[in-house]
């Protein structure tokens, strides 16, 4: 069982920056992809960001890329999820998940819910114009 707890929300204004960080126990996070997800009001929960077990390899949405910066610590068991030049569209729950049903998978990311295994339970950010 992985529990993984997100922090780092809040309320900020477009143009700024945040920095989520995803927390991870009950297992050794540094053997298993992860990745960040987002679900905006009134929108179904979509890809934000993917990170490689190892860190090696990411990937971002098109909405993000070139502002989100993903990250993980695998000594301190924490992913993190660096968000800069912030739009009010970025107003979202996000979302931390792993993927557990594989591990050491080279190179490889995550990009669909559905190759998720373990989620958090989100934490709010809220970007005002």
């Known amino acids: 069982q992985v529990q993984l707890v997100e922090s780092g929300g809040g309320l900020v204004q477009a143009g700024g920056s945040l920095r989520l960080s995803c927390a991870a126990s009950?297992?050794?996070?540094?053997?298993?992809?992860m990745a960040w997800f987002r679900q905006a009001p009134g929108k179904e929960r979509e890809f934000a960001a993917a990170i490689s077990w190892g860190g090696g390899s990411t990937l971002y949405s098109d909405s993000v890329k070139g502002r989100f910066t993903i990250s993980r610590d695998n000594a301190r068991n924490t992913a993190y999820l660096q968000m800069d030049s912030l739009k009010p569209e970025d107003t979202a729950v996000y979302y931390c998940?792993?993927?557990?049903?594989?591990?050491?998978?080279?190179?490889?990311?995550?990009?669909?819910?559905?190759?998720?295994?373990?989620w958090g339970k989100g934490t709010l950010v809220t970007v005002s114009s």
């Open positions: 998940a792993i993927r557990t049903r594989t591990f050491y998978s080279g190179t490889r990311y995550y990009t669909d819910s559905s190759d998720m295994d373990y």
């Open positions: 009950g297992r050794a996070l540094g053997r298993y992809a």
